[in-house]
């Protein structure tokens, strides 16, 4: 099959491709939000510098290591850091100039161009839930997640309005020999949606069949000269740089995709249990880790990553919403943009077993927590449950649902003319209403967010129709969803290229469950 031409893009052929995308049904996708309100700094001056010098002096004297890998080893001795066995310790300056050549935003291309994403600046976009090895729905209860589930959230993200991203590994589809199931995930994201989506990372040779799937997709000169990928590049915190997670650095990089290289930290297990000390070693690692990816290619995008939570000293579970998650989140921010990195934080973070109160409240607290923070891009914003060990399908939608209210709160307040409101003011007078003037008849389609989900009915009619709760109709809005999903349009060429390659590797070796 030829490249194109036309923009680099691979050609649509043939009058059925457009006869396709003439009578498919196209569902409503808001832009990413382009924030009008100002983050929320919780350092001061004095305390990002201390937070910084110490983030230099842990890479300097306690170093961190890039385990079995030899050539990662010889890039950081010849930029100029000492390497003693597997650790490298980095000379203060140094991570933090490697770190200058990468870009400040980066546009995601997604294969319909109007869903393309702007990675950024004042820019969030919105990911679903990643890594789930359970699925849980309110019929079929709390079981393994099989591709057919990965399938079906792939479709509700592609139905969900205020969800920019496709995402990556929605849930792990266990049904499917581990070699071999980044092919049919991929396959998913690339066929079932439009929208962007993320690179398989759990191997090298993993990520550059993701690479290869995306030229067939979008065609190889585009994918050369544009990023049409981000990937979860993980830390294995504290301080340590595993050789698969760089491997599949190493493979982005190269090729100009993105990577997200964030610490992975449970407070008091993986870093010190002090708001402080935590960000000093996120910083730290952050650093070593951007600074790597510069090493491989000068100006490959990446994103200053930060997952983090506290822990229930009485348990060992990890808890979510909390205020010291806040304080971190809300500090790594600021830590980013003084970088001049993209940042990746937040979700829809809760440690409930069920879309319950306490999934609710702790839901609510992290998805605000990430808008104000400066968040540019929220992995897990809907569907995560039970610590991340749960994709549920009636938390998806609701979670969906809310990220509306991320979009309008992202506005600000409109102090144009009309946002003034002095003309209802004059119209009504002492003692009236709104309901009828002109300024709330011009405006009652768009002058309050409304959810698609919650139930807004008195309650007679509430009572009458069953008197549902919100996992219930979360649950009929899935079912309604799904038979109402209809795929995007794809050029058939390009779907059987990419069903060739995906049988292709298949057949190239056997099954591995491990």
Known sequence: MSDVAAGGRR??????????????????????????????????????QIIEWNAETVLEEVGVNFL???EALDRWRAAGADVRGERVHIPRGLARKLCATAPRT?????????????VGGKNLVLAPVYGPPFVRDLEGGRRYATIEDFRNFVKLGYMSKWLHHSGGTVCEPTDVAVNKRHLDMLHAHMTLSDKPYMGSVTEPVRAADSVEMSKILFGSDFVDQNTVM??????????????VMMGALEVYAKANQAAIISPFIVGGAMAPVTVAGTLTQVLAEVLAGVAYSQLIRPGAPVIFGAFVTSIDMNSGAPTFGTPEAAHITYGAGQLARRLGLPYRSGGSFCGSKLPDAQAAYETANSLNMALLAGVNFMLHACGWLEGGLVSSYEKFVMDADQLGTLHHLAQGIKMDENGQGMDAIREVGPGGHYLGCAHTQANFKSAFWRSDLLDYKPFETWDEEGARDTQQLASERVKKQLADYQAPALDEGIREALDEYVAKKKAAEPDAFI
């Open 11 to 48: 050609a649509r052929g043939g009058g059925a491709a457009r006869r396709a995308e003439r009578t498919g049904i196209s569902f409503e996708t808001a832009r990413f939000i382009e924030r009008n309100i100002p983050n929320f700094e919780i350092l001061n001056e004095e305390a990002l």
């Open 230 to 243: 981000t990937s979860l590049i993980n830390i294995n915190s504290p301080l340590t740089f595993d050789s």
């Open 106 to 118: 980066f546009t995601q291309h997604a294969r319909n161009p109007a869903r393309n994403v702007e």
């Open 68 to 70: 079995e890998n030899p």
